[in-house]
């Protein structure tokens, strides 16, 4: 099973057991509430203090002050705290009471370590064994492990009624996790509608009363945050293991510097990373003809995507046409294009993937070799899909990875690629065998981080520091490889699930797992509408029209994130850059406005790859102690001095925001307010409601300056 650390932990769950924790806020260092009984155990770090006592119940996270002098019976809560587990029967059993106590470390500066023997009313007196650690500064970790194997194991602890729940990787459709049923399980969200599974799952939960809680594992796993219906939250992994870490702060900035300690720091990406994407296609011709009209208009871009550009030696590139408007196109001359590009200080970026295709020049060699996720009897396992069979690299092999990075460093140094789409990665096959002989369940979510390391790792040998990788996939331990993300497959629509607005949420959920540097696909991905075949000229129009404004907000929000990139995906007529001359002007305007914040948004990247703070933040990260905060998701702060309220709704032309403390500036009328408070502000169609913060060192063109055709 993968680790994450030095050190694993996890949760208890018992029904006369109780596993406390006291999260005692306002205290001074080293003071610990005492036990409500003699018979209990307190493990505890400067403001946490865990206590695990027999035949009693209480409740996790309260104030000291709240603890009861004589504990309640066991049940006459309706909050739980138990530990469960199924063996593999399906049969459940918990855990009931304290066998033994046995102290592993006795406490010191460096930390306190307890392990106590749990019985269970499973029969045979199968018992669980419990370990607690304090050994790293603001983390408790504990292990609930049982003698012999175990189909699953679920902890259940307690929650306040107005606990908010973040994280748990990219989640589209809400900010706020409190009332869902989480799965911990990666997943084509294109295939898996009002799932709740996500491309990059991330076992990582942010409490809004100062805490997190990591789960270490790769298996499948369930939080059941519906705190309104259960009294508290579950914690359930299909595993023979619970290991948990619990991430005190009290701050959320500092819950996140040690989760990043944890899984490690992101790497810091180029400068070039927060500039202007500009996706073209079409071949080599049609690239270089758009390129320059690019130029022309005084549009400014940074890199210059080609997903179709498809190289077979090097695997690399995407050969068929989704996009209506443009058929893929020949690129005769791949290389000299690029330098001639590099030439006009633009950057070229591609497409991997994680596959070779059955009947391509490279699959005969990966079969042969091994270098192939396999079927039991040792075939190469082949997937159908829309286009083509595929199969997996196995990137639980050395020598599959070594040969598949000897690929991408022909890419990026014969064909001279600077980086490409990390696509897919998250569906690797449950049912296959890998060659470090791990199950499928376990390698299914552990599978996008290989897949993102190995891309890493090719970038920096075949151009250190001067690359970016996007990745579509992640898990845990991905975040040190990962230099770029995309929400992926949203529909061109409004739609709060899959439209434009669940690109707030995804960005949010994601940078508070970990993964700082965001740049979503500016109008989405799929169609948003059928377009009838026998459409007229004025059904056309009228269509146009009305899709063009949720072009310019999707503009608006891409320009107003770490990274600005459109994408011409599965779409048959739709708006962009050049329908006319307004979406020119628009495109124009906001591409000059991010060149504008590319400087800032990297300090705050240095920031991130330094502490583990994301760039795109939610406001309760900057101000937890305004309870308003943590119920707003539709705005977020870029870093500390930018705040971005995006308009998601047709024909909305004004909106009401909320403003944290402090003074903060209008940038289209130059007006200010005081914060905290709500104000209602105008939205017209070409502005987004962007507030600067009084102090700010930012220095951006005036509004005139931005829609200046010259």
């Known amino acids: ?5 030095r050190w694993g932990s996890q949760w208890a769950r018992a029904t006369s057991l109780i596993v406390v924790v006291w999260l005692a806020l306002g205290l001074h260092p080293g003071v610990m509430p005492e036990c409500a009984q003699a018979a209990c155990t307190p493990v505890g770090l400067a403001k946490l203090v865990m206590q695990i006592a027999p035949e009693t119940w209480q409740s996790i996270f309260g104030n000291p002050e709240d603890c009861p002098e004589e504990a309640p019976n066991a049940g006459t809560s309706t909050s739980p705290s138990y530990l469960s587990f ?23 500066d460096t930390g306190r370590a307890m392990r106590w023997e749990l019985a269970t009313n499973a029969p045979a007196d199968v018992t669980l064994t419990a370990t607690a650690r304090t050994n790293i500064p603001g983390v408790l970790l504990f292990i609930v492990s049982p003698p012999k194997e175990v189909s699953a194991i679920e902890a259940c602890l307690p929650a306040a009624s107005n606990e908010h729940f973040f994280g748990l990787g990219e989640r589209f459709g809400s900010l706020d996790l409190s009332g869902q049923v989480i799965e911990n399980w990666a997943e084509d969200q294109a295939l898996a509608h009002d799932s709740n599974t996500s491309y990059s799952p991330m076992p990582f939960l942010l409490s809004s009363r100062g805490y997190g809680l990591l ?4 298996a499948r796993a369930t939080f059941d945050l ?3 219906m259960r009294g ?15 991430i005190y702060g009290p701050h959320p900035q500092t819950v996140l510097e040690r989760h990043a300690q944890l899984v490690g720091l992101p790497p810091l990406p180029p400068q070039w990373a927060f500039g202007v994407w500009k996706n073209l296609i079409g071949g080599q011709a049609r690239v270089e003809q758009d390129v320059q009209r690019l130029l022309d208009e005084d549009v400014p871009v940074d890199a210059i995507w080609i997903y179709v550009a498809a190289d077979e030696h090097g695997n690399i590139g995407w050969p068929w046409q989704i996009y209506g408007p443009i058929a893929p196109g020949p690129y005769p001359d791949l290389p000299g294009m690029i330098r001639r590009l590099h030439a006009q200080k633009l950057k070229v970026l591609g497409y991997l993937h994680p596959f070779i295709y059955p009947g391509s020049v490279c699959y005969a060699e990966a079969a042969w070799q091994g270098y192939l996720v396999q079927e039991p009897d040792g075939q190469p396992y082949v997937e159908p899909w829309t286009f083509t069979p595929r199969s997996y690299v196995d990137f639980s092999s050395p020598e599959a990875v070594s040969w598949w990075q000897a690929r991408v460093n022909y890419a990026m140094t014969t064909v001279g690629f600077d980086g490409a789409m990390l696509d897919f990665g998250e569906a690797a096959p449950v ?3 890998y060659a470090n002989h791990q199950p499928g369940a376990l390698m299914h979510n552990y599978y996008p981080m290989l897949y993102i390391r190995a891309a890493h790792m090719a970038g920096q040998a075949a151009k250190p520091g001067d690359f970016v990788f996007f990745a579509r996939s992640g898990y845990s331990g991905s975040q040190p490889y990962t230099t770029g993300r995309f929400t992926c497959d949203q529909v061109r629509s409004w739609d709060r699930q899959r439209g434009l607005p669940s690109v707030i949420p995804a960005m949010l959920n994601g940078s508070l797992s970990g993964w700082p540097y965001w740049g979503p696909d500016i109008a989405g991905f799929f169609d948003g509408a059928v377009i009838a075949n026998d459409e007229s000229s004025e059904a056309r129009a009228k269509r146009i029209e009305a899709e063009k404004e949720l072009w310019i907000r999707w503009v608006q929000l891409g320009a107003m994130s770490p990274t600005m990139r459109d994408m011409l995906g599965w779409q048959r007529d739709p708006v962009q850059l050049w329908t006319d001359n307004e979406t020119l002007s628009v495109f124009r305007a906001y591409a000059r406005l991010h060149t504008a914040l590319k400087l800032y948004l990297y300090r705050y990247a240095e920031i991130a790859s330094q502490r583990g703070l994301p760039i795109v933040r939610p406001l309760f990260l900057n101000y937890p102690d305004d309870s308003v905060t943590f119920q707003l998701e539709d705005e977020y702060l870029l870093g500390d001095d930018v705040l971005v309220a995006p308009v998601f709704q047709p024909g909305q032309t004004a909106r009401r925001l909320y403003l944290p403390d402090g003074r903060w500036r209008d940038y289209w009328t130059g007006n200010e307010y005081a914060g905290s408070g709500w104000v209602a502000v105008a939205a017209p ?4 409601p962007i507030f600067i913060r009084d102090g700010a060192a930012l220095d951006l063109p005036t509004p005139s300056e931005l829609f200046d055709s010259r």
């Open 1 to 5: 099973m993968y680790k994450l650390g």
């Open 86 to 108: 199924w063996d593999g029967a399906g049969r459940q059993f918990s855990a009931l009471r304290i066998a033994t106590t046995v102290t592993l470390q006795p406490e010191t």
């Open 215 to 218: 789960l270490d594992t790769t």
């Open 226 to 228: 519906r705190v309104h």
């Open 232 to 246: 508290g939250y579950c914690v359930r992994v299909e595993a023979n293991e619970l290991r948990l870490y619990l």
């Open 431 to 433: 049912a296959a065998c």
């Open 685 to 688: 169609l070409h502005h987004i």
